[in-house]
């Protein structure tokens, strides 16, 4: 469902900066464009699972969906206070289309944990592009006072994986029957000995 690289891999850019939204750039060099998701992205996204196979969307829920569930669910989860979603947007047809999508939920209103979700496009899979989203999903919520990041990634999910283990956040691990829990450390950017953004 979604895409590891190592940190080596990752332009300069990538790994200094400090904006949650704005351009940015895939693994081998194709500028994409991160934002907020918004409720007016409605129909984009629902053109965005469209383009997701079965598979991909059983991976990122845990269990088969109808696209126009994944669609409400994701919906609604942006209505949350605890929750900021970001889309990755590329250049097709003279118009921005959805390849990816990504989103925390803070585990309440003063936590400094969030769980993490990742959801990216078959035919953009393994171009680095939740790497990308994880870095600003970080960088909001450094700002926000989150310093921690946990999820779980079924074991047969090696691409995530790949994200988790590459990304170059401190990572603990716990293996379960079925899923792998997964927790990053945020409180700094990888490869630097101090935070680059204060809370807010």
């Known amino acids: 469902m979604v895409e590891g690289e190592r940190t080596g891999d990752l332009a300069p850019a990538w790994r200094e900066s400090a904006d949650v939204e704005g351009a940015d750039q895939l693994r081998d060099g194709q500028e994409v ?7 007016e992205d409605r129909e984009r996204i629902a053109e965005f699972l469209s383009r997701l196979t079965d598979a ?12 126009s569930t994944a669609l409400a669910t994701l919906m609604e989860e942006i209505d949350s206070p605890l929750c900021l979603a970001l889309l990755l947007l590329v ?14 939920v803070r585990d309440g209103p003063t936590a400094r944990a969030a769980e993490v979700a990742f959801l990216v496009t078959d035919a953009f899979q393994g171009h680095g592009c939740a790497t990308v989203l ?9 700002r926000a006072g989150i310093r921690e990041f946990h999820g779980s ?36 950017p990888p490869g630097t000995d101090a935070p680059s953004v204060a809370p807010q």
Not at 33 to 39: E, N, S
Not at 91 to 104: L, S, T
Request: aromatic share 8%; charged share 25%; proline share 5%.
């Open 33 to 39: 464009r991160v934002r907020r998701m918004t409720a």
């Open 56 to 67: 991909s969307l059983s991976v990122r829920f845990f269990t088969p969906l109808p696209r």
């Open 91 to 104: 250049r097709h047809d003279g118009d921005e289309q959805v390849i990816a999508h990504a989103e925390y």
């Open 134 to 142: 994880l870095h600003h999903l970080a960088v909001a919520g450094r």
């Open 153 to 188: 990634v079924l074991m047969e999910n090696d691409r995530m994986l790949e994200v988790f283990r590459g990304c170059g956040y401190p990572l603990e691990e716990w293996w379960g029957p079925d899923a792998v829990q997964l927790t990053l450390s945020i409180d700094k």
